[in-house]
């Protein structure tokens, strides 16, 4: 089974920080990695797919990168409705990572 | 727009099946992947599995893919006179207890791209 992990597992930051959320596959998966902000009591919802692609009314400031088996989400300046839980998800085998909470400084 | 919505009992005995139901709109059930998948606090989010209808009126239209921890115990069916697709897991423990999801599944990409509300079901006597 592929393993996800994601570093750290949360981190605090101010509001128009720029901020770093790294993943790592425990074997290749090329592109197929895509990205989820989750806020409390609510699902999922995508933010990146196909490891950099913006999905539809993401706002810019976020970004994904990566390929193989280490894997990037970049938010370049960090808002209010940001903050969140953001979770890494392989498609081979549909495994998450474990989340990394960004909180408020 | 897509929507999806979870229905079913929150509370399941030990040793019983859990038995769920999601209702799509805004979308056929043919044609498209959906799946389940689960979260909680132990084991954060979890993938179950998921079916493929065709639509066809061959002996076996839908395709299903579970996750090997899990398939033992799961069945994932379509109903597509409903426009649902309902989730059993059988021999529920303690451990099932979680926040279980319903979702369309965007096969060629592996996502998750709408997802329901979410259904809270607790497996305790």
């Known amino acids: 089974d592929i393993q996800m992990t994601q570093s750290p597992s949360s981190l605090s930051a101010s509001v128009g920080d720029r901020v770093t959320i790294t993943c790592r596959a425990s074997?290749?998966?090329?592109?197929?990695l895509n990205w989820y902000q989750q806020k409390p009591g609510k699902a999922p919802t995508v933010v990146i797919y196909g490891a950099s692609n913006l999905q539809s009314g993401v706002p810019s400031r976020f970004s994904g990168s990566g390929s193989g088996t280490d894997f990037t989400l970049t938010i370049s300046s960090l808002q209010l409705e940001d903050f969140a839980t953001y979770y890494c998800q392989q498609s081979y085998s549909r495994t998450f990572g474990q989340g990394t909470k960004v909180e408020i400084k | 727009q897509v929507q999806l919505q979870e229905s079913g009992p929150g509370l399941v005995k030990p040793s019983e099946t859990l038995s769920l139901t999601c209702a799509v709109s805004?979308?056929?059930?043919?044609?498209?992947?959906w799946s389940w998948i689960r979260q909680s606090p132990g084991k954060g989010l979890e993938w179950i599995g998921n079916?493929?209808?065709?639509?066809?009126?061959?002996?076996?239209?839908?395709?299903?893919n579970y996750n090997p921890s899990l398939k033992s115990r799961v069945i994932i069916s379509v109903d597509t006179s409903k426009n649902h697709f309902s989730l059993k897991l059988t021999s529920v423990t303690a451990a099932d207890t979680a926040v279980y999801y319903c979702?369309?599944?965007?096969?060629?990409?592996?996502?998750?791209?709408?997802w329901g509300q979410g259904t809270l079901v607790t497996v305790s006597s």
């Open positions: 979702a369309r599944d965007r096969y060629s990409y592996g996502l998750f791209e709408y």
């Open positions: 079916i493929y209808n065709s639509g066809s009126h061959s002996s076996n239209p839908s395709l299903t």
């Open positions: 805004g979308a056929s059930i043919n044609s498209s992947y």
């Open positions: 074997q290749t998966i090329n592109n197929y």
